[in-house]
């Protein structure tokens, strides 16, 4: 069953002589429970894609429909709901609220979406991400591992149809980026997490079963690893 289906997805910035194709007819599906890497060089469209999907960036023309929902034809206020409601955006710097605690940062969607913040689902989501010891900490008090960690809490806690991380190594050493890659394996495999990372690293699109490589706005490769 697809959970994403991104339909001749075309992004274009400026006019005239400044006019650029950020995404030249995109399309492929994914199915629930897939873990895909996007890859790409700088500058070759995949973190636009990316906010496209996410709902915090608008395509010039085409299609994205999230769990059959087309969300290109949403208003703003009914994106901005589901967006909050379906969707996870992991970010390579965090977005962490600096004021507020761990658990309130991971809550925080909840809050936001007026729902009663269910304290068990908390605390079963931060021991999962080994943060149990970190609940009243500030973000400035964690290391850039656990604050990535908290993030990906945040992300996770509406159970969201898709879970979109964009270069979420990118600022994390190398034993920090295989815990993170490793929490994001971990979500997906055992609670069939719906995952897409994209990254310009290799090593880390190797631990996906899916590779889409896209290069100057239009997808090059599509493959599916181990099969």
């Known amino acids: 069953m697809n959970i994403l289906e991104v339909e001749h997805l075309t992004k274009v910035y400026g006019k005239g002589d400044t006019k650029v194709n950020a995404l030249n007819d995109i399309s492929f599906t994914v199915e629930h429970g897939e873990f895909v890497a996007i890859i790409g060089p700088s500058g070759s469209g995949k973190s636009t894609l990316l906010h496209i999907l996410g709902g915090v960036d608008n395509a010039t023309s085409g299609n994205v429909v999230i769990d059959g929902t087309d969300i290109s034809k949403l208003n703003e206020s009914a994106l901005a709901i589901f967006r909050r409601r379906q969707i996870g955006l992991i970010y390579q710097f965090y977005n962490l609220i600096p004021i507020l605690t761990v658990e309130e940062n991971i809550s925080l969607p909840l809050s936001l979406d007026g729902r009663k913040v269910d304290r068990r689902?908390?605390?079963?989501?931060?021991?999962?991400?080994?943060?149990?010891?970190?609940?009243?900490?500030?973000?400035?008090?964690?290391?850039?591992?656990?604050?990535?960690?908290?993030?990906?809490?945040?992300?996770?806690?509406?159970?969201?149809?898709?879970?979109?991380?964009?270069?979420?190594?990118?600022?994390?050493?190398?034993?920090?980026?295989?815990?993170?890659?490793?929490?994001?394996?971990?979500?997906?495999?055992?609670?069939?997490?719906?995952?897409?990372?994209?990254?310009?690293?290799?090593?880390?699109?190797?631990?996906?079963?899916?590779?889409?490589?896209?290069?100057?706005?239009?997808?090059?490769?599509?493959?599916?690893?181990?099969?």
Not at 172 to 188: A, M, Q, T, V
């Open 121 to 227: 689902q908390v605390r079963d989501l931060v021991e999962t991400l080994g943060l149990e010891h970190r609940m009243k900490h500030l973000p400035n008090q964690l290391s850039g591992g656990q604050q990535q960690r908290v993030s990906i809490g945040r992300a996770l806690i509406n159970n969201p149809s898709l879970l979109l991380a964009d270069e979420p190594t990118g600022n994390l050493d190398s034993e920090n980026s295989k815990e993170i890659i490793s929490l994001l394996r971990l979500f997906n495999q055992e609670f069939k997490q719906t995952v897409i990372i994209i990254t310009h690293d290799e090593k880390i699109a190797l631990s996906a079963d899916r590779v889409i490589a896209i290069e100057d706005g239009r997808i090059v490769r599509d493959e599916v690893r181990g099969v």
